[in-house]
């Protein structure tokens, strides 16, 4: 009786250790997370004031173009003092949860700080980049470090490691429900019940950080969105088959640009992010919608005049844009991730489809919005092959409880339609590439 009472406060106490582990995590990631969303959020409008003037300031283009050439320069040299943060940091997070790569606490050290100033340097410099993947990794970090005071580190996999990338998830989106799926849905991390303690106390403390102490809501205004009535639902398997073809074509664009650059760019590593950051000179001028990861120019698609004869064109040219440009922004190593851009892309894509929908008469003014939500689903889980979470990530980021049903029905079709064009997930081509590259 008392050996059994021993094992039953054992476990009591290494569960509750565990939930005090986890909720020190996630406080600690979620103000480093928060930090680097102020940093950005607070310089990016100062930015962009500044070069809207440029034709009544002669100087402000030439001045630019210096500073976005020695941004490209000094982000070549830090990736090449610290190439694991190449990227959105993703894949590399998720091999050393599933103890394929080795990183010491030491090279940690670098990572973060390197990750946060290469991340915010090339968002701000315009590169259609997310910050949301490097935040998983700069989470990631900020918990391998922390796991020096407490020396658990075996635990379960390294799962403090993906206590912290889950935390850093739920900081940059707003979204801990997406957090905790992703850990065992993306990073298959073996479901434990001490895993899920830590992983779910690190989600909750880095929301209540994240929403209550720094104040961020939600990322898309979309709450007020309506689902499409019963008689529209029809279109929902259509969308899922279109954003499971559109996440395909992307994923294998995405990948060919990367290595097809890789493998023939005539540049060293200190310069290759200076062919995008020329182009997103260019496009400060002439496009500036496009530039960034795309938070604002998806969130504005609600705005778009119900009248499909006026908008298609501008939807069609902004989403190619987009695309190209997120394409060769995701070249040269540079530091940044690509689910922002996903996002924005599948918006824009879901904002086509409702758009022409409408004007085809199939859905009616107060529905077409929610193709903008179906749109961001399908092309996410498309792409990344995550219907769980990707259904809870845009539905937490959105605020839009009634296109639950719908973005299950959109997201899963996506899922079995990339599935039987047999493309793999993103995020296990990029993991392959960099086992690949670290063998040699």
């Known amino acids: 009786m008392d050996e059994r009472h021993n094992k039953r406060w054992t476990r009591w106490a290494n569960r509750s250790l565990l939930a005090l582990e986890g909720t020190l995590t996630g406080v600690a990631c979620a103000f480093v997370i928060c930090l680097f969303r102020l940093s950005r959020d607070s310089a990016a409008p ?38 694991l943060i190449s990227g959105s940091g993703i894949p590399q997070t998720e091999l050393i949860v599933r103890g394929r790569l080795h990183i010491s606490r030491r090279e940690w050290l670098r990572i973060l700080p390197a990750k946060f100033a290469g991340c915010l340097i090339s968002t701000l410099g315009g590169l259609s980049l997310g910050r949301e993947g490097p935040c998983i990794q700069m989470g990631a970090a900020t918990a391998a470090l922390l796991t020096g005071l407490w020396d658990r580190f075996w635990f379960s996999g390294h799962i403090h490691i993906a206590a912290g990338a889950a935390a850093g998830m739920t900081a940059a989106f707003g979204s801990p429900v997406a957090g905790l799926l992703f850990v065992f849905e993306e990073m298959k991390s073996r479901f434990t019940w001490g895993g899920f303690i830590a992983v779910g106390f690190a989600v909750a403390s880095a929301e209540v950080i994240t929403r209550f102490v720094f104040g961020f809501g939600l990322v898309f205004p979309f709450s007020h969105v309506q689902a499409p009535s019963l008689a529209e639902c029809w279109l ?5 088959v279109a954003m499971g073809a559109a996440g395909v074509f992307y994923n294998k664009a995405l990948l060919g640009t990367k290595n097809f650059e890789a493998a023939h760019t005539p540049l060293s590593q200190n310069w290759r992010i200076l062919p995008p950051m020329l182009v997103a000179f260019v496009l400060a001028l002439t496009c500036p919608a496009v530039l960034g ?22 939807l069609l040219l902004l989403a190619a844009l987009k695309i190209a440009f997120s394409l060769l922004s995701y070249t040269g190593n540079v ?10 892309i599948g ?16 859905v009616d003014e107060t529905s077409w919005q929610s193709f903008i939500i179906y749109g961001m689903a399908g092309f996410f889980v498309s792409m990344v092959r995550v219907p769980l979470t990707g259904i809870a990530l845009v539905t937490e980021m959105s605020g839009a409880l ?13 899922s079995w339609t990339a599935d039987a064009l047999r493309c793999p997930p993103v995020y296990d081509s990029l993991r392959a590439a960099i086992v690949v590259s670290r063998k040699k």
Do not use: N
């Open 293 to 314: 990861g795309g938070e604002d120019l998806a969130g504005s698609l609600i705005r778009f005049a119900a009248d499909p004869s006026a908008v298609l064109l501008s």
């Open 46 to 83: 100062v930015i962009a004031t500044w070069l809207s003037s440029w034709k009544e300031h002669w100087y402000t283009a030439p001045l630019w173009l210096f500073v976005l050439v020695a941004a490209a320069r000094f982000l070549g040299w830090l990736v090449g003092r610290v190439p």
């Open 236 to 240: 929902l398997p259509v969308m899922g």
């Open 347 to 362: 918006a824009l894509l879901g904002a086509l489809c409702g758009q022409a929908a409408l004007g085809a008469g199939l």
């Open 402 to 414: 009634c296109c639950l049903p719908g973005a299950f029905v959109v997201a899963f079709i996506a």
């Open 335 to 344: 530091p940044g991730g690509i689910l922002m851009p996903m996002l924005c």
